[in-house]
């Protein structure tokens, strides 16, 4: 039954987290960064802001509160930050993708520490509110060459 539900959950909330508005552009980041923390305040605001070539989730909706930004992939969002001083494992409320253009711009986020569980794709430029289905439900991601859809 675990299995269905997973299936299930991975069909039905892969399309509200990719809804991104026609205009956002393609962009990418290659994958192996280092990870830092953007403390309460985090990143500028995503529209038309320069791209800085990594992945951000914030805590709470509207990019509020604590936020993370990666670089590279990170399978465990327990210790997210240069000092790994932060914990947003299951925590993620908001998002952007504000990786460089190129390949690898796309980044998978997954349900599970290790890249595991359900999984949906976040396309690069794009940036929200992280759909009720998946808020404080990821765990870790990868940039990819493409959402695959």
């Given at each position: 039954m675990r299995k269905f539900r997973t299936l299930l959950l991975a069909g039905a909330l892969a399309v509200p987290l990719l809804a991104v508005p026609a205009t956002m552009t393609s962009a990418g980041a290659a994958p192996g960064g280092a990870s830092t923390t953007a403390g309460a305040s985090g990143a500028a605001e995503p529209s038309g802001a320069a791209a800085d070539g990594n992945y951000w989730v914030w805590e709470d909706t509207n990019r509020g509160g604590h936020s993370c930004g990666w670089s590279g992939d990170d399978s465990d969002w327990r210790t997210c930050g240069a000092g790994g001083n932060f914990n947003m494992n299951d925590r993620a409320s908001s998002w952007w993708n504000n990786g460089y253009a190129g390949s690898f711009g796309d980044v998978r986020v997954y349900?599970?520490?290790?890249?595991?569980?359900?999984?949906?794709?976040?396309?690069?430029?794009?940036?929200?509110?992280i759909p009720w289905e998946w808020n404080d439900r990821i765990s870790s991601h990868k940039w990819v060459t493409n959402c695959g859809f």
């Open positions: 349900e599970n520490i290790g890249y595991g569980g359900a999984s949906t794709c976040a396309p690069n430029g794009g940036s929200g509110n």
